[in-house]
């Protein structure tokens, strides 16, 4: 069972070494009951791998809680607090980080941040020692992406600089948004992007909105009106959002009670959110199990494989309270970087779709380099099934197994898989014959992740003398055309549906969009102000609905 500190001991340890504050930006958040039953290789937080060796040194900066550490991992320097950042791999196969950062000597300290500068820096591994090669310009949380036409695009807070090259040059300019009649969610910063499959662009912003480019530089349009967080009381910043060839991953930092949250989508719309931590400060451990205890874990962004996988995160993080790093002190801030357990290849071999008939799952374990599923697997520690079953320990057994060249087919006995018709990517945990952590997520076949996603905005109304006439956009965000569907407007005053309507909505292709015409015999009250809903059934995909106050007549 893991424990937590009280927030009473927290205080009792702050004011031990000093760092006491009007802000100390320290909460406890509790625990669901049912973490405590996870096992090992449900949380995203048990991905994470010890450091790379590389140069211990204590002749640095730094609390004593972060001394000795690797200096030559990420990027630091008695010059500068770096900040955010993530990593691509040039086609040189270089490394190159896009962080941020000011004069350490700032005069006001951490809080310098406002006026932060861009910076390229490049290593040949991406672990670091990254050195800094190119100043990009003025802007804070970096977060780079790349168009389908082969141009690069860094996102900072209120701008965004384009270049056809890694070494620029850079245009700088803004991105424009179309918030689509829904309130946007606590503001457009600390943005993050995930290229789809035709090359389009997924964008959720701080407050956990979705939104959606055609072309990852086209004015971004938002899809959603709530958050697709943990439905907690949490203060969310710093997502990071990313898809792999099986499905969509979200991270998000609840910072203030130092605690993040993983969540899954099959299409980057929906969201489904798993059990247990993220991440959490202490995560930073060297090989032989010392730990660099860095007071805050912020900005994670992670480093992708070929196949989409996450197999490294990139943090920022400070030794102390930001309130407490002044200018030219032995405090500051750095990026780092920590590896990650991949997970496995996995296929599922069964192409129809799970029964109360079905006896038996078939999934292919692929070989990788370092990865011998012959020989390297404990068959019987693996569970496979639904994560609602595997994290907690339950799901299929393994009944047989069979070689498939370098791979291994195992058949596992279906008894307890869970699987329901909302799953969409069931998850294998298992050990390595040595005990170290296997676990992967495997697609259903018979699941189609690509599909349209009609959305509506605002009905614009008019009114008439036996009634009120709408019309209303939908425009499909899919990447694949709709079917015909049917839109529904309810309008409800004090609770209480006062009329509802509906219309036909054509089949739109991806992108495309229809003006709607509803007609209502309910004449609306002047100057009153009423709730409508809007949502559209019988397209074939996942058509998002609309919540808006709106008074029709003013």
Known sequence: MRTFLTGAVIACILWATGQTSLHAQITERPRPDEWNRLVYGARFIDRFLPMPAGRLSSDTWGAASVVPRHVDNGIEDRTCSYWGGNIVRADDGLYNLFVCGWLESSPKGHHEWPNSTVFRAVCDNPVGPFIVKDTIGRGHNPEIYRLKDGRYVIYVMDGRYVAEQLDGPWTYGRFEFNRRDRAIIEGLSNLTFARREDGSYLMICRGGGVWISQTGLSPWQQLTD?????????????????????????????????IAFYLRSKDGVRWIVDPGEAYLPGIAKHE?????????????????????????????????????????????????????????????????????????????????????????????????????????????????????????????????????????????????????????????PWIDCIEPVLSACAPVFTPRTQGTDMSVEIQNFGQEASRSATLHIAALRNGAEVTACTAAVPALKPYEKAHVMLSTPFRFEKGTEYDFVLTITGDGGRALPLRIKAAPLK
């Open 226 to 258: 709530r958050r697709v967080y943990p439905d907690i009381d949490g203060n969310f910043e710093d997502p990071v959002v990313w898809r792999d060839h099986i499905q969509y991953h979200l991270i998000v930092n609840d910072w203030l009670g130092r």
């Open 288 to 444: 032989d199990g010392t730990t660099e205890d860095w007071f805050k874990y912020e900005r994670i962004k992670i480093l992708q494989d070929g196949y989409g996988r996450a197999v490294q995160a990139n943090f920022a993080v400070i030794d102390v309270l930001k309130n407490d790093d002044k200018a030219s002190d032995s405090h500051s801030s750095k990026n780092i970087t920590i590896p990650l357990n991949p997970g496995l290849l996995l296929t599922l071999l069964d192409t129809e779709p799970v029964t109360p008939s079905t006896q038996t799952l078939r999934v292919l374990i692929s070989a990788e380099d370092g990865f011998d599923p012959h020989t390297d697997i404990d068959l019987h520690s693996l569970r496979f099934g639904a994560s609602t079953e595997v994290n907690y320990g339950r799901g299929c057994k393994v009944k047989s197994t069979e070689k498939s060249g370098a791979d291994l087919i195992v058949t596992f006995n279906a008894a307890g898989h869970g699987i329901t018709s909302e799953e969409f990517a069931p998850k294998l945990i298992g050990k390595t014959a040595q005990g170290a952590l296997l676990y992967g997520y495997a697609r259903l």
